[in-house]
């Protein structure tokens, strides 16, 4: 039984299963490698730590893979801070620490995020092999590191719950160099094309909100791990170009300019 449908994502929908817990249930070409892989990437954030639900369970509805979630009540950041403006000083601070703490826990047992940038450049079609060159290149002479990165923080991926903020969507999860993570948050709250559809009241109260909360959000994070705005810079060409790979055709223009710049 799925239960109520609250929530839906890229490639999965949410359901309710009474008080305590949530299925993620997968498209039905979903593989079961992909979704036992989702599962341990979870199992590894939660062993580091880190606030995230618990994997509770897998379970196949209808020819459709699913992993049962530990159910976490309460709103996204993004639905908290925007009800009530005011709100939206501390959330800006409150999302860069945990993203800060975050970023202090070791990435045992999660991949690569060389490799995976690695391969997800070589999969962009709208890059020159020569632009490939250099950002494979670039890539190489930036330090791997090996912190937790959760490679798409944004804030309707944390849940404001009477525990306290919650991390959710783990599956671009790796073990890698903070900047990147921190250049990718940036772009997705500045520069990432909303939903289609979404109307033209919604869109003037994202647009102002995502402008005052990146500010917020990127001047706390310097302050508890600072950086320089040429290593910024080299992080978010490659975040750019990783970008191109999502097909998102609104973006491609500005992605391509980022990479030339």
């Given at each position: 039984m ?13 359901y ?12 039905p ?22 606030p ?15 992993i ?15 009800k ?29 995020q060389t ?16 632009t ?5 290149a ?57 939903p ?5 009241r ?16 990127l ?8 950086f ?9 060409r ?15 223009k500005?992605?391509?300019a980022?990479i030339?710049?």
């Amino acid at each position: 039984m799925k239960g109520k449908l609250i929530g839906q994502g890229r490639t999965a929908l949410i359901y309710a299963r009474g008080e305590d817990q949530v299925l993620k249930l997968y498209e039905p070409c979903t593989t079961l490698a992909k979704v036992e892989y989702e599962a341990e990437l979870c199992r590894c954030i939660n062993k580091a730590g880190i606030p995230s639900p618990a994997v509770e369970g897998f379970i196949e509805v209808e020819g459709q893979p699913g992993i049962i979630f530990e159910r976490i009540c309460g709103p996204t950041m993004l639905e908290f801070a925007t009800k009530k403006p005011w709100r939206i000083f501390k959330a800006a601070r409150q999302f860069a620490e945990l993203q800060a703490e975050m970023h202090s826990r070791p990435g045992s047992g999660l991949p690569s995020q060389t490799e995976k940038i690695k391969t997800r450049l070589e999969g962009v079609s709208l890059l020159a092999p020569r632009t490939r060159a250099k950002l494979t290149a670039l890539l190489e002479s930036l330090p791997a590191g090996e912190a937790v990165c959760h490679g798409d923080y944004h804030p309707d991926n944390l849940l404001m719950s009477p525990r306290g903020p919650v991390i959710i969507d783990w599956l671009d999860a790796t073990a890698g160099h903070p900047l990147y993570d921190v250049a990718r948050t940036s772009y997705l709250l500045l520069k990432a094309a909303l939903p289609p559809g979404t109307g033209f009241r919604r869109r003037l109260v994202i647009t102002v909100f995502r402008r005052v909360f990146h500010r917020l959000y990127l001047r706390r994070y310097r302050q508890l791990k600072p950086f320089s705005e040429k290593d910024f810079a080299d992080w978010t060409r490659l975040v750019a170009a990783v970008r191109l790979d999502e097909g998102i055709g609104q973006e491609e223009k500005q992605l391509l300019a980022i990479i030339q710049a």
